[in-house]
């Protein structure tokens, strides 16, 4: 059976909400820095925890659809 359409949205908001979160780390690590002057650490540091904050993110939107890893699908 083919993927519903549903499905591709779903995907696709798991997608946009983890690149939201890097941005969003990125960004405010890249305004602290030209504060603070001690480029390139913040915005390095705002980009891995906004790859930590979208995964989590994505993987409690996986979790509670019973798809998450180590869950088959129901």
Known sequence: MPPLKEDYWKHAQLGLELTGAVLAGFLIGYQLD???GTAPWL????AA???AGGFYLAWQELSKDGEGPGRGKK
């Open 34 to 36: 030209k504060r603070l």
């Open 43 to 46: 915005m390095l540091g705002g």
């Open 49 to 51: 925890a906004g790859v």
